[in-house]
């Protein structure tokens, strides 16, 4: 009985074995080992290329102004100075744009994300009224948007104007992300929830203790998304903030372009000329470090949490 038994699970096992020694001879194939060579240098040269202008903008910034004026080119600085970041944080417009951009990408964030979630879960129940109808509406305003004009006409309205909600507000529900989250709770094991409401779980329970929970890779990942967007926003604080005080680092940037714009500590020393190329690379800098920062905290839901919710299986 038992030499049968090992016969019938040595039978079994051969085909398993059989396709991983195929699957081990196919690329270790001469053809399949130049292809990952190619492979790998392929994306090796495409990641130099992503990572050039940053490690071009990163050294520039510590050059000294006469090396700036003098080589267009180069990827080390014959000697480094601090008188570019020096100059970006004398200044006192910089601290308050810092802390207004930080504030305003956290709040909209997470405002952001709140009403995304809100709209999706709903819209991922079948049995909703209206939902073909919502979702239409969604579709449509993701192909056709109302532009610059009638948004500016309904924020001054609304009396926004000169108010960091103007900033958060227009653009809190995008329809893609809308969609992509929505594929995602539709997915879910619908089992899951049927034991919930089996050991007496409301509505709001399933997607508190159930949903939410399951979700955190696609969150993070359009968390990520909105915080980036919010970060990098220049349009918005142009048209809706005309008090410079409430200005985010995205104006500051645009300011600093010219260093005659920039009111630092050391402008009223005789004879004092502000780093004007040097600020700029300095501000880029600046401005980039903290949603780089930021990046690694959500890199594992990355990957994940774009697929999850675009591949409905």
């Known amino acids: 009985m038992t030499e049968t038994t090992t016969g019938i699970v040595g039978i079994a096992r051969r085909p398993r074995r059989t396709t991983q020694r195929r699957e081990r001879y196919r690329y270790n194939t001469r053809a399949g080992r130049v292809f990952d060579v190619f492979n790998l240098v392929f994306l090796i040269a495409i990641g130099l290329v992503a990572l050039f202008p940053l490690v071009f903008v990163f050294v520039r910034s510590f050059a000294p102004e006469a090396e700036l004026e003098s080589s267009a080119f180069f990827l080390w600085p014959k000697q480094f100075t601090l008188e570019a970041y020096t100059t970006v944080f004398s200044t006192p417009t910089f601290p308050r744009a810092l802390i207004t951009t930080v504030v305003v990408t956290a709040v909209g964030t997470v405002i952001q994300l709140f009403l995304t979630v809100l709209m999706a879960y709903p819209l991922s129940k079948r049995g909703l009224p209206g939902r073909n109808l919502i979702m239409s509406a969604v579709v449509f305003a993701m192909v056709f948007s109302g532009g610059m004009i009638p948004t500016f006409l309904v924020v001054k309205n609304l009396g926004l104007l000169n108010n960091y909600l103007a900033l958060i507000l227009p653009l809190a529900i995008d329809p893609f992300s809308l969609i992509i989250v929505k594929n995602f709770f539709q997915n879910l094991p619908a089992e899951l929830e049927e034991a919930a409401r089996v050991d007496g779980a409301s509505d709001f329970g399933v997607f508190w203790r159930i949903a939410l929970p399951l979700s955190k890779p696609v969150l993070a990942t359009f968390a990520l998304f909105y915080a980036v967007a919010i970060w990098n926003d220049y ?56 949603v780089l920062l930021f990046y690694p905290f959500l890199q594992k839901h990355f990957a994940k949490g774009m697929l999850i919710g675009a591949v409905k299986g």
């Open 235 to 290: 349009m918005s604080p142009l048209l809706y903030l005309n008090n410079s005080n409430m200005w985010t680092l995205q104006m500051f940037l645009q300011q600093a372009t010219t260093a005659s714009n920039l009111q630092t500590a050391q402008q009223n020393q005789p004879g004092y000329v502000p780093p004007s190329e040097g600020v700029k690379y300095a501000v880029v800098v600046v401005s980039t470090i903290p």
